[in-house]
């Protein structure tokens, strides 16, 4: 007797879940929010995106910057942006990953809009009543129809949830790492900008000692533009990798994670009937 009350009653909870969730499919409690969030998240990738490629533009002029200076008249060509090499190649697989993330934004935007149509919503009522009712019956849903309710489950609910989860994952743990990251990455092009070395030449007239007065400080300030090159390169790595990271975690990893979490977990509880021997 104690087993079929449990019983009775873990069936009355599975006929309240699904009457929530059928009315959850027609009210869209989440659509909304996973729908701004959306938009926050691929607003977030467009403008990574606009500065990943302002940053590959300074890169590639300051790589075709030549400086030209003549220690006692023997004529010496340097190149400083070459320093910037590694940085360029990163950030054009950089720029590459941001259109994807955008890309990702916009088909969860549309998947949200699918799951959201009233198609999705009556044929998700119409399997989970047929389900229901076997369920009051104490019969044993058909495998069939357990699988259409799960996957209509997850067409209406997992893209909203998934975007909800991995949206507050994002502002919990990654969203400070995100604005400073984003910062730096955006001040580094005008850092480097800013120390592209002028490719000035003395002139003809300048006679030897001029010419010699004149490349000292000009040697010396090149040699500081390559540490400081160097520095903002070294800086701008590190930033640049960890918005990889994150835009990785929040549209690939965590969304896959989440899925199949939700995906595990509805499949659990709509077949569990299944496993129950009838009182």
């Not at 300030?221 to 929040?250: N, S, W």
Request: hydrophobic content about 55%; proline content about 5%.
């Amino acid at each position: 007797m104690k087993t079929t009350g449990v019983q009775l009653l873990q069936r009355l909870a599975l006929a309240v879940l699904v009457a929530v969730m059928v009315a959850c499919s027609w009210l869209a409690p989440l659509d909304a929010t996973a729908d701004r969030q959306v938009d926050a998240g691929l607003k977030r990738a467009l403008l990574t995106f606009a500065t990943a490629r302002a940053l590959n533009a300074v890169i590639s002029v300051v790589q075709g910057t030549e400086v030209a200076i003549e220690p006692a008249g023997v004529g010496v060509v340097l190149t400083p942006g070459q320093v910037l090499d590694p940085v360029n190649d990163l950030v054009e697989q950089f720029s590459n990953l941001m259109l994807m993330a955008s890309v990702s934004f916009g088909v969860q935007k549309v998947l949200i809009s699918i799951g959201a149509h009233w198609v999705a919503s009556l044929l998700l009522s119409i399997a989970a009543l047929g389900w229901a009712l076997f369920l009051f019956r104490r019969e044993a849903a058909p495998a069939w129809l357990t699988r259409i309710l799960v996957i209509l489950l997850m067409t209406r609910f997992a893209v909203p949830v998934v975007t909800i989860g991995a949206d507050g994952l994002f502002r919990t743990f990654m969203a400070a790492d995100y604005q400073s990251s984003q910062q730096v990455i955006d001040t580094a092009s005008g850092n480097l900008a800013s120390l592209n070395p002028p490719a000035a030449v003395p002139s003809e007239s300048q006679g030897m000692l001029e010419k010699f007065k004149g490349w000292l400080p000009q040697s010396g300030d090149v040699k500081a533009r390559f540490e400081q090159l160097k520095q903002v390169a070294e800086r701008a790595i590190e930033h640049i990798i960890k918005l990889m990271v994150i835009f990785l975690l929040q549209t690939l990893l965590l969304p896959l994670l989440l899925l199949w979490v939700l995906y595990g977990v509805a499949r659990r509880t709509f077949e569990w009937p299944a496993r129950v021997p009838r009182a």
